[in-house]
Nanobody, 121 residues
Framework: QVQLVESGGGLVQPGGSLKLSCVAS????????MGWYRQAPGNQRELVAI???????DVADAVKDRFFMSRANAKNAVYLQMNEMKPEDTGVYYC???????????????WGQGTRVTVSS
């Protein structure tokens, strides 16, 4: 069982930046592909970005060139740097651990509790 704890959510103005963090409780962190999902009100949960155990990153078109995912294996942590934020980025952001080499093949196995992000003036 892997426990994931997200932090860093909050209120940000359009055009602003926010950085989310996720820490995993596992001794096998290196083996997991990690992912960030988000769920806007009334919408389905969507995959935003992944980073594989080989440090390959992939991001969704909707956030390309604005969101950047990174990982620090020594800290069992992943991060999501969100820049030039838009109101449509509002939602609950979830960290996940799973397997897969790309957005299309990623399969989450574990979930965090989520952190809320609101983009509003």
């Amino acid at each position: 069982q892997v426990q994931l704890v997200e932090s860093g959510g909050g209120l940000v103005q359009p055009g602003g930046s926010l950085k989310l963090s996720c820490v995993a409780s596992t001794s096998h962190f290196d083996f997991y592909t990690m992912g960030w999902y988000r769920q806007a009100p009334g919408n389905q949960r969507e995959l935003v970005a992944i980073t594989t155990h080989r440090w390959v990153a992939d991001v969704a078109d909707a956030v390309k060139d604005r969101f950047f995912m990174s990982r620090a294996n020594a800290k069992n942590a992943v991060y999501l740097q969100m820049n030039e934020m838009k109101p449509e980025d509002t939602g609950v952001y979830y960290c996940s651990a799973g397997a897969g080499e790309s957005l299309s093949t990623y399969q989450p196995a574990y979930w965090g509790q989520g952190t809320r992000v609101t983009v509003s003036s």
